[in-house]
């Protein structure tokens, strides 16, 4: 079983060492003055605090609500080190993974849509809770990315991210 630490951490001795300027999403150190947080290979801002790593953007979550947040956090706009507040919001675990752009793999240029050899159209599809939602096969490719993106506006809801 995997234990919280940060919860371990009062919100007030987050506010009594950290600063947060919502306008910008920074975090700074209340004693030295310099902005927190060191870039990690996945993109996200860690902070050490108290002897325990902890991520920034969910410092600045606890810092501005005053409570640490119930699972993940989502970056509305994908950017990973973007800690504004407007840019956060909780979510699930499948939410969260709903808001992802298209896969560097990806060869059609289409979220969720590739090419299927056995039919010679273009597959649709999407995922939600891990499983994978069959949308259909289509002649053209923009008829799957309308198709695929209507579908996930409805299932995803405001997580629904289409890859732009």
Not at 76 to 94: G, H, M, Q
Not at 109 to 122: I, Q
Request: with cysteine; hydrophobic share 30%.
């Amino acid at each position: 079983m995997k234990i919280n630490t940060e919860k371990q951490i009062p919100i007030e001795t987050l506010r009594e060492l950290f600063s947060y300027d919502p306008a910008t999403g920074v975090l700074t150190r209340r004693d030295l003055g310099r902005v927190v947080g060191s870039l990690r290979s996945d993109g996200y801002l860690s902070a050490t605090v108290k002897y325990r790593s902890l991520l920034v953007h969910r410092i600045v979550f606890a810092c501005y609500h005053g409570r640490w947040p119930n699972g993940r956090l989502d970056h509305k706009n994908e950017i990973k080190s973007d800690n504004k507040i407007e840019n956060l919001r909780e979510a699930t675990n499948s939410q969260n993974v709903c808001n992802c752009g298209k896969r560097k793999t990806n060869t059609s240029g289409v979220k969720g849509v590739h090419f299927y050899k056995p039919t010679g159209k273009w597959m649709a599809q999407l995922q939600i809770d891990g499983r994978k939602i069959f949308v259909g096969y289509f002649t053209e490719i923009s008829d799957a990315k309308s198709t695929l993106e209507q579908k996930r506006a409805e299932m995803h809801g405001e997580f629904a991210n289409h890859g732009g």
